[in-house]
């Protein structure tokens, strides 16, 4: 694709350092979860870099951004600092969430990130929630909600969507289709495997992209957040991907082939943006220096994890009940 | 003072604190154009419009978690379920979303969102429409749970759960909206904290405990006791989630004895919870074992003659009164 038609090379720098930093964040992330230093739950991003971070290339600072467990490609592309996405995962007191939340629930208010949401399905419902509050108060800013494949056959997609399009709220309904809802093919949960025909039945645009470049991606999203910016509506986006890595880090991934993986990663999103740069005559030079800042990002941020201190019983006492009125984030 | 009835409180409240502040809005099903499927919201389409109260299709669980997203960055929504019954799709919503999203988020988002309704049994609407649901939500660490009984404490309540950084549950009775009561004269405006039970009536005998249509029923029992020369102080905690058990501690350090009347089922929730700690903290000044009356531990038959032996009754009040005072009924 042309540099004139997509992103700038600036941009487009941007966009690779984010998604190689989300690459890494990961590994190390899993590396780490081997070595018990996170519990729970670790659902990793792997592969699916490009969505995200195309969709925020289009998108402003004052945006809302809701999504699922998957989550930590988000927090990062939206801003919030390796530091404090490794110490959340460590489950320490400097993490972005304090260590409630852990992988699953990452938040970050100053970077108008509304979670990181556990329960399938149920943020596609809450999302619509700040784009009626833009709407209400009229605003333009627009809402960004991520699910998956899977999500789409529980009640909670289906309501969120069904009321921000009868009610005309500024939201992207991005339907991250990775082929797999845990350990189970689309082919067993959908009857119908085009999950962008869905919107055809809220009467709201819908469209279906690959999601391994991030250009192109990022291309797509920008008609659609104007077009909720001017006060339209909402868009489904159904975005064609694949996580390299099993659905968590607990999941042995037996239900496809290593074949299969092999050959999904000839479309890796990191490589497919860095083989761009390269084409754009950027040298090799300085993405190895973008690269060894990144590396040098990461190393910190696990560092910082492993020193810090994990939250106290007294804070979590405080974290039951807001104090009305005293609210240090406004 | 002046008298309303409980529906006109609870509409006074959403009015005066959508007048004060912009970022209170309503919505639910029929809350506008229907005039409200009980006429509490009555007017308020015709005052307000319609960006501010918000008819809903049926969908709960959608309007709930819109409801909770909008708190989350900044408005101050009042989400009405028809009754509580319909709450049960929302559930998750209200569970894993509102009551969990300030911690979750390490104190980055308040949920401050209202969500409001008549609970419990109406009148011979059966098994799926008679649901007590204050102990599914009294159970909810991060909720706030309001139980009132009377038109002032209804107003009152409901203007301090609108201005609470927290979501509040907000249990009103289809019984209870007839029900007339004082209120503060306009002009003159009153919050009533959570977790401030109220002394109805004072006694010497028996502390009653009991919030929402029970309250009625016990204060009519403790009316025909006081002819047979019983003298019951009667307590209705007002807010069973934060729940102000000192003032019935309190109390039965003075009577010795206990009656707790509720509509929910026995197993669990604020009746078993008050029982819980009256004898953890009045263990000494118990003569007799703290009882209660409460619904029948079957689903809500429609024929009306079963229905009142499920629901207590001003008779079984009486009852267990007596029981614990050792005489006769
Ligand atoms: C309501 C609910 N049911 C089940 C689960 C357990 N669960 C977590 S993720 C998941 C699969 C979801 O797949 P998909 O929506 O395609 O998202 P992906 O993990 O592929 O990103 C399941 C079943 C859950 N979290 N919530
Ligand atoms: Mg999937």
């Not at chain 2, 949920?111 to 909810?140: E, K, L, T």
């Not at chain 2, 009577?255 to 929910?264: A, G, L, P, Q, S």
Request: with cysteine; glycine share 8%.
């Amino acid at each position: 694709m042309e540099d004139s038609l997509l992103l700038k090379k600036d941009e487009l720098l941007t966009l690779y350092k984010k998604m190689f930093l989300i690459r890494r964040f990961e590994e190390e992330a899993a590396r780490a979860y081997a070595q018990g230093k996170i519990g729970g739950f670790l659902h990793l991003y792997i592969g699916q870099e490009a969505v995200a971070m195309g969709a925020i290339a289009c998108m402003r600072p004052d945006d809302y951004f809701v999504t699922t467990y998957r989550d930590h490609g988000v927090a990062l592309g939206r801003g919030m600092t390796a530091r404090a996405c490794m110490a959340e995962l460590f489950g320490k007191v400097t993490g972005c969430s304090k260590g409630f939340g852990g992988s699953m629930h990452m938040f970050d208010r100053p970077n108008n990130f509304l979670g990181g949401h556990g329960i399938v399905g149920a943020h596609v419902s809450l999302a619509a929630g700040p784009a009626f509050k833009a709407k209400y108060m009229g605003e333009d800013r627009i809402t960004m909600c991520f699910f998956g494949d899977g999500a789409t056959n529980i009640g909670g997609f289906h309501e969120g969507i069904s009321l921000a399009a009868l009610w005309k709220l500024p939201i992207i309904f991005v339907c991250e289709n990775n082929q797999y809802s845990m350990g189970t093919p689309i082919s067993r949960t959908a009857a119908q495997p085009e999950f962008w025909k869905k919107a055809e039945g809220y009467n709201i645009p819908g469209f279906r992209i690959d999601g391994h470049d991030v250009r192109e991606v990022a291309e797509k999203f920008k008609e659609p957040i104007a077009r909720a910016r001017r006060g339209e509506g909402p868009t489904f986006i159904e975005v064609v991907t694949y996580r390299y890595r099993g659905h968590s880090m607990s999941d042995p991934g037996k239900y496809r082939t290593a074949a299969e993986v092999e050959e999904r990663k000839k479309q890796d999103p990191v490589r497919i943006a860095r083989d761009a740069l390269l084409e754009m005559k950027v040298k090799e030079e300085e993405l190895a220096k973008i690269d060894a800042l990144v590396e040098e990002e990461v190393a910190d941020a696990v560092k910082f994890a492993d020193e810090s201190d994990p939250p106290d019983e007294a804070l979590m006492h405080s974290l039951t009940l807001a104090k009305t009125g005293e609210d240090p984030y406004a | 003072m002046r008298e309303i009835n409980y529906r006109t409180a609870v509409r006074e409240a959403m009015v005066e604190e959508m007048m004060r502040d912009e970022r209170v809005c309503l919505m639910g099903e029929e809350v506008g154009h229907y005039q409200g499927a009980y006429k509490v919201t009555e007017g308020m389409l015709e005052k307000f419009g319609e960006r501010r109260v918000v008819d809903t299709p049926i969908a709960e669980f959608g309007f709930a978690g819109v409801g909770i997203g909008a708190a989350m960055v900044g408005l101050r929504p009042i989400v009405e379920f028809m009754t509580w019954n319909f709450s049960a799709v929302a559930f998750d919503q209200i569970l894993n979303n509102a009551a969990k999203l300030y911690q979750m988020s390490g104190g980055q988002y308040r949920v401050p969102v209202v969500f409001r309704g008549p609970n419990g049994a109406a009148r011979q609407v059966a098994a799926q429409h008679s649901h007590s649901m204050d102990p599914f939500y009294v159970n909810i660490p991060g909720l706030h749970v309001c139980a009132p009984s009377t038109p002032r404490d209804a107003k009152g309540l409901l203007k301090t759960a609108i201005r609470d950084d927290n979501p509040v549950i907000f249990l009103e009775g289809e019984t209870l909206y007839a029900v007339k009561g004082e209120v503060p004269d306009e002009g003159v405006e009153e919050l009533i904290p959570f977790g401030q039970a109220r002394i109805a009536q004072e006694g010497t005998d028996v502390t009653l405990v009991a919030w929402g249509r029970p309250y009625h029923t016990a204060m009519q029992a403790a009316e025909s006791l006081a002819k047979e020369g019983i003298s019951c102080e009667v307590i209705d905690p007002r807010t069973l989630r934060p729940l102000d058990h000192r003032t019935v501690v309190e109390s039965v350090k003075k009577t010795n004895r206990c009656v707790i009347v509720h509509e929910h089922w026995e197993h669990g929730g604020t009746g078993a919870q008050l029982v819980d700690l009256v004898q953890r903290e009045a263990f000494d000044y118990l003569d007799a074992p703290v009882l209660r009356v409460h619904n029948q531990d079957v689903s809500m038959p429609y024929a009306v003659n079963l229905e009142n032996t499920v629901l207590p009754t001003v008779e079984r009040v009486v009852d267990a009164v007596k029981k614990t005072l050792y005489v006769a009924s």
